[in-house]
């Protein structure tokens, strides 16, 4: 199972995912966001990663220009569009970089996978997120969680990371329940919004290891 770690933004908390065996480490390029982060700063900090993670730049509805910048400075290993992206546009963003895409979703009910059909084989692979709450400035990072059950009668072959509101007091249920081909989190591992905790992510990733199955 793959496990992402998201919204990283020190090297210390990039150290940590690393060392507790996250497969992919997360970027955040959303100005709102308290994670955001610059492209320059982001391909510091991904370098760490080469070889022992997939670095994945996070963006919402971001145009060409901003993700040729993301692109060139930080040399993802995968994009994720965490906006309202067409199938047209994911496919264009998909075709212009050469780089695989994860497209996110925001998730309540079994209806709101009706579009992911659309998506199939153009996204790489998905994120089901929880919809944001009511004035959120955020599409995603938000740490509340949804009725996982949706995704139970979800078509086996779609590949896809669960996210939203996961820690180290839930991960084990929503292992138990889905067995995910991949798990993403953010404020779970967080002191305050936007400030990483590297206690959080060892203890995150030792529930993880205590649950796989
Ligand atoms: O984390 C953010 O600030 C963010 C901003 C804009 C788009 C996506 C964002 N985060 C994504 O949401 C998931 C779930 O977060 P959480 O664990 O519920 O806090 C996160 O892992 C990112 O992929």
């Avoid at 590949?159 to 249920?173: H, P, Q, R, T, V």
Wanted: proline share 6%; glycine share 10%; with cysteine.
């Amino acid at each position: 199972m793959d496990i992402k770690i998201c919204g990283l933004s020190t090297a210390e908390a990039v150290a940590a995912a690393l060392a507790g065996g996250a497969s992919h480490v997360g970027f955040i390029f959303f100005d709102k966001s308290p994670r955001h982060v610059d492209p320059g700063t982001a391909g510091g900090l991904r370098r760490a990663a080469r070889g022992r993670a997939l670095a994945v730049a996070v963006a919402v509805d971001a145009d060409d220009a901003t993700l040729d910048a993301i692109v060139a400075a930080m040399e993802p290993d995968m994009l994720q569009l965490h906006g309202r992206e067409t199938p047209e546009r994911v496919a264009a963003v998909r075709a212009r970089h050469g780089l695989p895409v994860m497209k996110a979703f925001s998730v309540s009910a079994s209806a709101d996978l009706d579009p992911v059909e659309a998506y199939r084989g153009i996204a790489d692979r998905f994120l089901f997120d929880a919809k944001p709450p009511k004035g959120s400035a955020l599409p995603g990072g938000n740490g509340v969680a949804f009725d996982w059950r949706v995704l139970a009668g979800l078509d086996p072959s779609v590949d896809y990371m669960l996210s939203g509101g996961l820690n180290k007091a839930n991960i084990g249920e929503a292992l138990r329940l889905l067995s995910p081909p991949g798990i993403d989190v953010s404020s779970g591992v967080e002191s305050a919004p936007g400030q990483k905790d590297v206690a959080l992510i060892e203890a995150f990733l030792e529930a993880v290891s205590a649950n796989a199955g």
